[in-house]
Every structure is written in C-alpha cells, then in structure tokens.
C-alpha cells in the first residue's frame, strides 16, 4: 500500500501551481510597473531622449504632412487663422496627374538603376580586398572614407569642375566627348549624378561591409579552400551568403539616400536641369512648397514618396532574404 501525497503525479520540473491544478497567483502591482520600464529602467532613461528626438523631428511633420496632404493648405501670417477645409485626395489626384511629378519619379529610377547596384557592388568587392590584407589598407580605408566626410559644396565644386564642358574628363575623351556636356546633357545628367553619389557614399558602405565580414568564420574560407574553390568561387559562396544581412542594410540604407536626392541636383544641374531631366520628387517638394508656396500640394508629393520608399525598402529586404 501506498500513500499518495500532494504534487506527487506532477511532472519533473512542473510549478507549483500545476500540481495542484490552483491557477497562477496574479502578478503584483510593482512588476506591471518594472515591464514599462523594461528589465533595464536605466537604459530606458538613456534612450528616452532619442525617442522624444523621433517623435518631434520625424513623427509630428509626418503627421503634419499627412493633414496638410488632405486639405486646402497654404501659409498665412503668424495669428492669422483662415478656413482649411478637407479636400479628400484632390491633391493626391493633382499629384499623380502632374506630368513634372511623374518625371520626377522616373529620375529617381534611373538614379536608382546606376546607383544601388554599383554602392553594393564595388562597397562589397574593396571591402573584401581590404578584409584580405593588401597592402596599404589603412590608406585605401582612408581614401574611400574622406569624400563622405567632406562638405557636399565642396566636393561638387570639385565635380563640376571635372565634367564642365572644357574640364578633365572632356579633355582626356578629346572627340569622343559628349555634346552638350555631362551635365548639361539630358540624357546624361542623371546618371553623371547617380555616378557622384556612389563615389561620396562608397567609403561609407565599405566600411559596414568591413564590419560585416569579421562575423564569417575563417573556417569557411579554409574549407573551401580545400575542396579546391577559387578565389571567385569562396567570394561567391563564402563572403556573399556570410554578410547578407549587411547587404540588406546597404541595400535599404541607398534606396532611401536615392530617393531623397536634393543638395546634388540643386548644385550640379541648377535645380534640375536641363529641363528638368535631373529633377527629383524631394527637390519637387521644395518647390512647390516653399517657392511656389504650395504646400498642400508639396505634402501629397512627399506622402506619396514614403510610400514609394517603404515599397521598395520591403521588396529589396523580402528579395535579399529570398535569396
């Protein structure tokens, strides 16, 4: 005979409250008050100023720009209160019927079919070559690093004095040379300042890449090695699939800067040109909003290019994780 006692049946490592079949006692008061916080309530309180950084800087005219997107918005004096009324998507209607709006947007695609595929591409081949041990690396790391801390002004007055018609570049094409020059050009404009952005951004890139491949184990490499894989073949099958999510990163990071193009179309191309085959929506939004003071109609421009941005952000993260 046998005496049975109390959480005897229970299973090893079960709680208390399942031996005895009691539901779970409710949590105190104080832990509900310590989740708020998080584990850590000093950290919270360090990063509480950058949250109210996001809410007021990107947040509230996020908001302001969606209000203003949906009614009949225009500046007035200070104290002046006139009527605003609701027009629904009017303005998004005047938008996507702009034949200027449109053209922008396809600008900005050009931009993006020369500038995302060469910033992860060359970022990801010299950061190889630099992970690899050439000779002189510090002074590489430096050189690619230089253009993306100098002044953007600075650097295309540099630019500018390359491509001009009687500059460097023309002089050492001689006949070949294109008429009208680079970026008086309308078809070469764009893709003169898609070349401009990947050359200032590289060294930036490059260098997440280079903090991405300390995470691949060397021990990939030397496998590889082994089994008789070249050197295109460890970068393909090593180094490529080691820093994807870096490649994600880069990918997001050069859509977005693409997308929001202004300070180098407004200093190369004098706002745009030539006639308008380097203008861009963000450059639109300035002026429509401030020099055309249209700002209801600026707000549907900059509405619809976050949505622009958030799609292709997605679809590069969704395809970078399908491969």
Excluded: C
């Amino acid at each position: 005979m046998s005496t049975v006692t109390a959480g005897a049946g229970a299973a090893p490592g079960a709680g208390p409250g399942a031996s005895t079949g009691r539901a779970p006692a409710p949590a105190p008061r104080g832990r509900s008050r310590r989740r708020w916080w998080g584990g850590q309530p000093l950290g919270t309180l360090f990063a509480a100023p950058y949250l109210v950084f996001v809410l007021v800087v990107f947040a509230y005219p996020l908001g302001f720009s969606a209000y203003m997107a949906f009614h009949d918005y225009f500046f007035t004096a200070p104290g002046v209160e006139v009527p605003k009324p609701f027009v629904g998507f009017d303005n998004f209607q005047a938008v996507l019927t702009d034949p200027q709006v449109l053209a922008s947007f396809r600008n900005t695609a050009v931009f993006l079919v020369i500038n995302v595929p060469l910033t992860v591409g060359l970022a990801l081949v010299l950061a190889s070559a630099l992970n690899a041990g050439v000779r002189w690396a510090a002074a590489y790391r430096v050189a690619y690093y230089v253009p993306y801390l100098t002044a953007s002004v600075s650097l295309v007055g540099v630019w500018m004095l390359l491509f001009s018609s009687n500059g460097l570049v023309n002089a050492v094409l001689g006949p070949l040379a294109p008429d009208p020059s680079w970026l008086a050009n309308k078809a070469l404009a764009m893709p003169t300042i898609a070349l401009y952005v990947t050359w200032k951004q590289l060294g930036f890139y490059v260098l997440l890449y280079l903090a991405a491949l300390q995470n691949v184990p060397r021990e990939l490499y030397e496998s590889a090695e082994t089994d008789g894989a070249g050197g295109v073949q460890r970068f393909l099958n090593v180094t490529v699939p080691g820093v994807r999510s870096a490649t994600t990163l880069v990918l997001v990071l050069a859509i977005i800067t693409g997308t929001n193009l202004f300070t180098e179309p407004y200093l190369l191309t004098g706002g745009g040109g030539p006639d308008g085959a380097s203008v861009t929506p963000v450059l639109l939004i300035y002026q429509r909003g401030i020099q055309q003071q249209n700002p209801d109609v600026a707000a549907a421009i900059g509405m619809v290019l976050v949505i622009v941005v958030g799609l292709l952000s997605l679809a590069a993260q969704r395809l970078n994780r399908e491969r």
